[in-house]
């Protein structure tokens, strides 16, 4: 049992470019979320979806897409990177299927760390 | 929008004394408060999570939280700090299918 893994732990983009997140989980979780975490600032939620094919804007949507097509996996997709986007991006994934307001433990991946230049 | 706020960026305490990190919360609804802990390099595991049962919560590795309404705040303490204890430590509010994280309190342990 993995948990929650995400790919690749660091990466070092120019202004411009695209590349997708990748974060999956093996439990079996419906819900899966996409934070941020800044200097100062804590973790801010991008995205989340609460099942396959089921995605909602959290608090820092701008510059990112999701999708998920099945219930392991949940990408982030940033389609023309800015260096206002180099930061620490966290996946995590809990059983409920209630969302950001559940009661339920979020289990975090180890993290992507992103510079964009 | 809920919010929380941690008072005190750093906290550094002393081997085997008594640990405190501040967290107050804001909330239209009644909320659901959490304390993570993020150790370097990993991500955030749970500490522990208030849900409007007992106001009093214990948590894993000796952590405790006391929900006071009429503060509107969710300390943590624990009353002897071990050095595997140093961290950073974010205090969140879930309400209203959205979660809010703190900025966090690094705790620094001196032997």
């Known amino acids: 049992n993995a948990g929650v893994t995400q790919t690749p732990k660091f990466q070092v983009l120019k202004t411009g470019q695209s590349m997708t997140l990748q974060c999956a989980q093996d439990m079996n979780h419906e819900y899966m979320s996409w934070y941020r975490q800044d200097p100062g600032m804590g973790l801010r939620l991008i995205h989340y979806?609460?099942?396959?094919?089921?995605?909602d804007q959290g608090e820092v949507p701008n510059g990112y897409n999701v999708s998920r097509s099945t219930t392991e996996d949940f990408p982030l997709r940033l389609l023309s990177a800015a260096p206002s986007q180099t930061s620490v991006y966290f996946c995590a994934s809990s059983p409920t299927l209630a969302g950001p307001e559940s009661t339920d433990t979020q289990y975090f991946g180890p993290g992507t760390r992103l510079t964009v230049l | 929008a809920q919010s929380v706020t941690q008072l005190g960026s750093h906290v550094s305490v002393s081997e085997g004394a008594l640990v405190l990190l501040r967290c107050n919360y804001s909330?239209?609804?009644?909320?659901?408060l959490f304390w993570y802990v993020q150790y370097p390099n990993q991500g955030l595991q749970l500490l522990l999570k208030y849900t409007s049962a007992a106001t009093l919560v214990k948590g894993i590795n000796g952590f405790e939280a006391e929900f006071k309404k009429s503060e509107t705040s969710f300390h943590l303490t624990k009353p002897s700090a071990h050095m595997s204890d140093a961290a950073e430590y974010f205090c969140a509010v879930s309400a209203r299918r959205d979660m809010r994280f703190g900025a966090g309190t690094r705790l620094t342990v001196k032997p």
């Open positions: 909330s239209s609804v009644p909320p659901y």
């Open positions: 979806s609460v099942g396959a094919g089921i995605t």
